[in-house]
Nanobody, 124 residues
């Protein structure tokens, strides 16, 4: 089964920057799309950005021009560079990947995997 581990969250002042990382590990044959989602208190989870294995990206309008998603396929890692952060960016940021991997019963299947999330707080 694939496991995802996010890092890089924390407290930052408005206008500041953070870089999130998410590394996938486990019995993985191939990782397809990788993406970042976020969930603010009392709000629904929303897509922030997604990147395909070939490098094609899609970014939410709310963060376009400020956030950049990238990935290192050799390291099974996806990054989210966040610049010009605003208080409304405060949320738990979660990593998701679609991977071809062995599950807990050693059955090979393609499915989505989620990380536990990392908290980003933008406040002065």
């Amino acid at each position: 089964q694939a496991q995802l581990a996010e890092s890089g969250g924390g407290l930052v002042q408005p206008g500041g920057s953070l870089r999130l990382s998410c590394a996938a590990s486990g019995r993985i044959f191939r990782i397809n799309d990788m993406g970042w989602y976020r969930q603010a208190p009392g709000k629904q989870r929303e897509l922030v950005a997604v990147i395909t294995s070939g490098g094609t990206t899609n970014t939410a309008d709310s963060v376009k021009g400020r956030f950049t998603i990238s990935r290192d396929n050799a390291k099974n890692t996806v990054y989210l560079q966040m610049n010009s952060l605003k208080p409304e960016d405060t949320a738990v940021y979660l990593c998701k990947c679609n991977a071809d991997a062995l599950d807990l019963s050693w059955t090979r299947k393609v499915m989505d995997y989620w990380g536990k999330g990392t908290l980003v707080t933008v406040s002065s």
